[in-house]
């Protein structure tokens, strides 16, 4: 049974950082991207970051470039997305997904395999 637990979030003050992190179980990963996704009160579920298996291609959504940064670390079945320069729109459930087996970057909730629980995030102004 695939679990993704997702940690790291928390209250922050706009402009401050937080790191969150993302720890998969119950099989390895071998070709599919890892990323994020966010959902804000009221708002649809969007994509916010993704990083393929190898490391070498990353992908943003516009409103987060710049400041967020994803990682992984292949050996521990875990993704990471730092995050900084927070601002109080960036306020959001974020939710840990891996992609469809093939490799290719979720953009889109119809290509994620697995979904976390979420942890929240919340900035305040």
């Known amino acids: 049974q695939v679990q993704l637990v997702e940690s790291g979030g928390g209250v922050v003050q706009a402009g401050g950082s937080l790191r969150l992190s993302c720890a998969a179980s119950g099989r390895t990963f071998s070709t599919q991207a890892m990323g994020w996704f966010r959902q804000a009160p009221g708002k649809e579920r969007e994509f916010v970051a993704a990083i393929r298996r190898s490391g070498g291609s990353t992908a943003y959504a516009d409103s987060v470039k710049g400041r967020f940064t994803i990682s992984r670390d292949n050996a521990k079945n875990t993704v990471f997305l730092q995050m900084n320069r927070l601002k109080p729109e960036d306020t959001a459930v974020y939710y840990c997904?891996?992609?469809?087996?093939?490799?290719?970057?979720?953009?889109?909730?119809?290509?994620?395999?697995?979904w976390g629980q979420g942890t929240q995030v919340t900035v305040s102004v």
């Open positions: 997904v891996v992609g469809t087996y093939g490799g290719a970057i979720p953009r889109a909730k119809d290509a994620v395999d697995y």
